[in-house]
Every structure is written in C-alpha cells, then in structure tokens.
C-alpha cells in the first residue's frame, strides 16, 4: 500500500522506469533493424532534408539508367562509322591501285562487295530499330540496296538524298543531366550520301550510262583508255572528301561519347554521395545503438531496484 507521503515519488519512479523501458525497446528496434525509425516521426527534424536527398538520387539513378541506353548507342555508332570509313578507304586504295597499275579489271565486283558492306552498315540496328533513321525507327534507312538499282539513279547523291535514303530529318536526343540535352542521332543520308554518290558514279561509269564530262565510258579494261583513267584519278579526290565527311560525324559521336561519359561519372557521385547522406539520416550506427541498449538495460534494473526499495519500505525502516 502507497502511502501519501511517498506517493509522488513511487509516481516519479515509475515514470523513470517506462522510460528506461522505451528507450530500451527503441535502441533494441534499432540494432535489430538498423534504422533510427519506422515512421517519419522518429525523425521529424529531418524528414524535409531526407525527402530532398530522395528525390535527387531518384533523379540521377533514372539518368544513368537511360544514358546507358545512349552509351550503347554511341558505341554501336563508333563502330559502324568507323567500318563505313574503311569501306571508302578500300574503295579509294582500289580506285589509286588501279590507276598505279593500269588496269580496272577487278574493280566493278571489288564495288560490289563494298556496296554491299556499305549497306549493311547503313542498315545495322539496335534492339530492332535502325539507328541511321533518324525518328523513322522502323524503317530502313537506305532504300537503294543493289548496285543496279543504285546506277539507274540519274540525280546526284549528295545534293538529292531522297532518292536513295529514306530517313526523316529529326536526330534522335535525349536530356542526359539537368542541364545538358544531347543531339546524338546520326542521319543515314549525312554520313552516306558522299560515299553513295561515289559509288553511282562508278557505277554509272562502268556500265556506260554517264560519261561524267568524258568523251567515253563502259567497263573498266587492262590496260584502261585515257578517258578511264582520267575519270578514276578524278574520283580519288572525291573519296577523299567522304572519308572527310565520314571523319567529321566519327569525330562529334567521340564528343559525344567523353560527354556521357563524364555526365555518367558525376551522376554517380551524386548517387554515391546522397546513399551515404541518406544512410546518416535514416540508419544507426550499430555499435552506438548496442552500447545504448546495454546502459539502458542497465538503467531499467536499476529503476526496478530502486522502485522495489522505496515500495518495501515503511517508517519502522527509520525508527
């Protein structure tokens, strides 16, 4: 029985010991599940700078994700635009081969393979879209996919496209940061149209369709005519313009490849950064939180002792 008298401190014991008890129970919570709390409650001070740090690693987790899908695209660009320029190396080396020696014997089925690498290239896809379509992902980029239907085109290349590409005109781009949207399609046209051109003219030539300004065309003989050779020494100059225009698009897409690159890095510090801050804010350190649990058990024995004292005694403890 609690007389008046010591009510208030029996009251005032009690209270110690749910305290002890809670405190307990909350660093217990805590080593078990290495959170400072399951609701926002236990960490209401913090709740506004927890929510902005979510939202910024949300925000940069979605952007390396989706500039992933663009790496992948630049790569695949490197390499076709790279095979596109040996295709135009080749085709210039045997068009100088056979002015060296004096003979175009073998040149028209060496055009022929090389078109058709060509093509290929300028057909290749990514996870099923054609990547020199520009927005028309579905659709081929280069219509023209023989070498007679190449040569029965009367109009330049280079200045009318649309009668061998079928691309639109919209490059593809993606906003890769906050800050950075990034034109990075490539056109089937703006890359192959040079190297189409050359290869119609040579077609053309060949089959004696156009003479191209000379008095004479047809196949390439051994020894060649004089108007042969004069033709074959003039297109040397223009193949070495399209590995120009080739090593111009090759060279913005390896811009555009170290600017992913170096967005895809800051991205990730941002993410190593805001999980780190996150943790500080949301998780205990588990050792801290055992040593608290073991003072507070401690602490709690203690108010049951001294609650068990204060309710055992009575005056005769005094007389």
Request: glycine letters at 6%.
């Amino acid at each position: 029985m609690t007389r008046v008298s010591s009510l208030g401190q029996t009251t005032f014991l009690l209270q110690d010991v749910v305290r002890n008890q809670k405190s307990l129970f909350d660093h217990q919570k805590q080593t078990t599940t290495g959170m400072k709390s399951d609701t926002y409650t236990g960490i209401a001070r913090d709740v506004g700078t927890l929510s902005g740090a979510k939202t910024i690693l949300s925000r940069s987790e979605q952007f390396v994700s989706s500039n992933i899908e663009v790496e992948r695209r630049l790569t695949i660009y490197d390499a076709t635009m790279e095979s596109l320029r040996d295709v135009a190396q080749e085709m210039r080396d045997n068009v100088l081969a056979a002015v060296n020696t004096d003979s175009g014997i073998a040149i028209r089925s060496q055009m022929d393979n090389l078109f058709d690498t060509a093509v290929n290239l300028l057909n290749t896809r990514d996870n099923g879209r054609f990547i020199y379509s520009g927005t028309r992902t579905d659709t081929t980029p280069i219509k023209t996919t023989t070498s007679t239907t190449l040569a029965a085109v009367t109009a330049d290349v280079s200045t009318t496209p649309g009668n061998v590409f079928a691309n639109n005109s919209l490059k593809q781009q993606t906003q890769v940061d906050d800050n950075l949207n990034m034109v990075y399609g490539v056109l089937g046209e703006d890359i192959g149209k040079d190297l189409m051109e050359s290869m119609r003219r040579m077609f053309r030539f060949d089959d004696g369709t156009e003479n191209f300004g000379f008095t004479t065309g047809g196949s390439f003989s051994n020894p060649l005519t004089a108007d042969q050779a004069g033709f074959l020494k003039g297109e040397l100059q223009r193949l070495n313009n399209t590995i120009d225009t080739i090593d111009k698009f090759h060279a913005t897409n390896g811009v555009n490849q170290m600017a992913i690159e170096d967005v895809q890095e800051r991205h990730q510090q941002d993410i190593n950064f805001m999980k780190v801050f996150i943790t500080d804010i949301e998780e205990v350190d588990i050792g801290e939180a055992i040593s608290k649990m073991q003072q507070d058990q401690v602490a709690l024995e203690a108010s049951y002792r001294v609650l068990s004292q204060v309710s055992r005694s009575t005056l005769l403890d005094f007389i």
